[in-house]
């Protein structure tokens, strides 16, 4: 598949005949990073798939009003996290849940879903993860498995660098506490 | 995305966090079914594609429900207005409301028509529920009758209740 570049997708977009088809480039190019960030938050795969299509459909629907101020890849991470955010909440109301016990449910998921294969050491990360209040954890799972640059993730979660690096050290050390305990 | 994984190791080696730091080069343990990712795009383009064909069904339904919650509001309020009527009247004759006079009495009323009015058309604007099943099984003949009760009733207190419907779509009768 050829890569275009953002800027190059969005002229796609907005000036050609089939702007499906430009669109659908764009999910390609996004599709699996928007999934993954969307799954470690979620953990489960139907509910992350669920959620990513929902996000691109977003996407679709407001893609002609984007001025491209905060770029594509940003714009697109931020649809997904207030996405995956807002899931984790509508599930805590509708089960009258405090936080702490869909955090539990989660983890338990993590026993029963088909579609997570790790080894013991990757489940621990994953359910020490989980013990981080929400935001630390997207600010830990961008940094850690997406491998984003804080300045990225300044723009992604509008919270100054510093505020980020200071999360990600806090809840670095946390995870590594659990796993050497 | 930029690619900083030896930044982030360093980072992390940095930090004392060396279990971490080596988990790095490891994966995250989830997985998707085969062939997921090939047919994402697909799937996506269908849900909008579905999502665009729906809009004017739901138009019409969300009409339709609109009709229906306006005129059993205007039908609650006209049989409200009707007891209180009749209330207000025989209270008067029993010497209940004797302190009510005639211009006290048609400020209530005009003043309560006006706030029902209110409410209805708020009521209207709020409903973003879907049209519960009971109300989409209403036959035409049940609709006709219950329109036809709802305009004779409206007309005996001198209300325009039509004027709600006319607002909320095009009703049949207009």
Do not use: C
């Not at chain 1, 509708?94 to 449910?105: H, T």
């Not at chain 2, 690619?3 to 930090?15: G, S, V, Y």
């Not at chain 2, 008067?92 to 309560?112: C, H, N, T, V």
């Amino acid at each position: 598949m050829v890569h275009y570049s953002d800027d190059e997708l969005l002229q796609r977009f907005s000036q050609s005949d089939n702007p499906g088809y430009a669109f659908d480039l764009i999910v390609r190019k996004y599709q699996e990073q928007v999934y993954w960030h969307i799954r470690r938050l979620v953990i489960v795969h139907e509910d992350a798939s669920d959620i990513a299509q929902e996000v691109f459909i977003k996407a679709w629907k407001a893609l002609p009003e984007f001025r491209g101020d905060s770029g594509l890849f940003t714009w697109l991470y931020r649809i997904a996290t207030n996405e995956a955010l807002s899931f984790l909440k509508k599930k805590r109301k509708r089960f009258f849940l405090p936080m702490e016990d869909v955090e539990q449910q989660l983890s338990d998921s993590l026993e029963t879903d088909a579609w997570f294969d790790g080894s013991d050491i990757e489940k621990k990360i994953q359910k020490a993860i989980l013990t981080l209040p929400e935001k630390q954890r997207v600010v830990f799972n961008l940094r850690y498995y997406d491998e984003m640059k804080y300045e990225d993730m300044s723009r992604i979660l509008d919270t100054s660098e510093g505020a980020l690096k200071a999360s990600y050290h806090h809840a670095a050390k946390k995870i590594e506490k659990i796993l050497t305990s | 995305m930029t690619k900083n994984k030896d930044e982030i190791t360093r980072e992390l080696q940095e930090l004392g966090l060396s279990r971490l730091a080596s988990q790095m080069k490891e994966e995250s343990g989830f997985g998707v079914p085969q062939g997921y990712f090939d047919g994402f795009s697909t799937s996506v383009r269908q849900k909008i594609d579905a999502s665009r064909q729906k809009e004017p069904a739901t138009k019409a339904r969300f009409f339709s429900l609109r009709a229906a919650v306006s005129m059993a509001a205007t039908f609650l309020v006209l049989i409200g207005m009707g007891i209180s009527f009749l209330l207000l009247r025989e209270g008067k004759e029993e010497g209940l409301f004797s302190d009510f006079d005639d211009q006290i009495f048609e400020e209530y009323f005009a003043r309560a028509t006006e706030y029902d009015r209110a409410l209805l058309y708020d009521l209207i604007i709020d409903t973003e529920v879907d049209e519960p099943q009971q109300i989409q099984s209403t036959t035409s003949t049940d609709y006709d009758l219950y329109l036809d009760y709802l305009l004779e009733a409206a007309q005996y207190y001198g209300l325009e209740p039509t004027e709600l419907i006319i607002q909320n779509g095009n009703d049949k009768r207009h």
